[in-house]
């Protein structure tokens, strides 16, 4: 399951396991850059990755890349 909303500068993304073992994955897209969170709630803590928009864009065309190196022009 997931959620996408907008507002007017973000866009939010929120999936969640079906199964409930791992907790929600949150993406929040900005002009200037993207958040991945994660929160682990055994540890008590919020797990977070920062990339810029650029870096999050390959990283959706890699999901659906074969094998190899690529460059995007």
Do not use: C, N
């Not at 507002?7 to 907790?23: P, Q, R, S, Y």
Request: proline residues 1%.
């Amino acid at each position: 399951m997931y959620t996408v909303e907008f507002e007017h500068d973000e866009i939010a993304i929120t999936i969640m396991d079906d199964k409930g073992v791992h907790g929600d994955i949150k993406v929040r897209a900005y002009d200037d850059i993207v958040y991945i969170t994660q929160d682990d709630e055994d540890l008590d803590v919020e797990f977070i990755l920062e990339m810029s928009p650029h870096m999050w864009e390959e990283l959706m065309t890699a999901i659906h890349s074969k094998e190899g190196f690529f460059k995007r022009v």
